[in-house]
């Protein structure tokens, strides 16, 4: 995955989400995920200005430490390993006062599990359409039979073939 290994942590939290959400996570797919969003890079930061827009006009107001603003830029960035938006990082329970506190491996790795986890749920254990909405928010497929993002799922299904 990277110079530096995180596959037990990776290991542990797919099993402890997996028997949370009572679905079976495969730590490789999250590797793959992770080698896909970041490129094993912790400190992996994006922000997404589109997302901007739709969150202030979905959320009239925020509780943090940081201002107003700074926690809507902070929400609406991705961070760390998974490349995990604050925004769900928030949804999913987290409390941190700073959002950038996601780009430690280890909680990244925590949260990044924890997403996976409940998509997989959502989607009744369908592992395409889990990666797909991991990327997307929901996953979409097109009247093809395509996901709208499938060149996404196609590199993280490329990176799990490498990877075995």
């Known amino acids: 995955m990277t110079d530096i290994d995180y596959q037990d942590t990776v290991y542990y939290y797919s099993q402890h989400y997996s028997e949370?959400?009572?679905?079976?996570?495969?730590?490789?797919?999250?590797?793959?995920?992770?080698?896909?969003e970041s490129n094993g890079d912790?400190?992996?930061?994006?922000?997404?200005?589109?997302?901007?827009?739709?969150?202030?006009?979905?959320i009239k107001s925020l509780k943090s430490v940081a201002t107003e603003t700074t926690e809507y830029q902070l929400r609406?960035?991705?961070?760390?390993?998974?490349?995990?938006?604050?925004?769900?990082?928030?949804?999913?329970?987290?409390?941190g006062p700073y959002l950038t506190?996601?780009?430690?491996?280890?909680?990244?790795?925590?949260?990044t599990c924890k997403y996976y986890a409940k998509l997989l749920s959502r989607y009744r254990g369908e592992t395409l359409?889990?990666?797909?909405a991991y990327n997307a928010g929901s996953a979409r497929?097109?009247?093809?039979g395509?996901?709208?993002?499938?060149?996404y799922v196609d590199k993280?299904?490329?990176?799990?073939?490498?990877?075995s």
């Open 42 to 58: 912790p400190w992996a930061v994006r922000h997404e200005p589109k997302f901007l827009i739709w969150l202030r006009t979905r």
């Open 76 to 95: 609406s960035t991705s961070f760390g390993l998974g490349q995990l938006m604050g925004q769900t990082a928030r949804e999913l329970g987290f409390k």
């Open 146 to 151: 395509y996901f709208n993002n499938q060149q």
């Open 156 to 163: 993280v299904l490329s990176r799990l073939e490498d990877n």
């Open 101 to 111: 506190e996601l780009c430690d491996p280890e909680l990244n790795i925590m949260y």
């Open 129 to 132: 359409w889990a990666i797909s």
């Open 141 to 144: 497929k097109r009247a093809d």
């Open 20 to 36: 949370y959400y009572n679905v079976s996570v495969d730590p490789t797919v999250i590797e793959a995920i992770i080698s896909v």
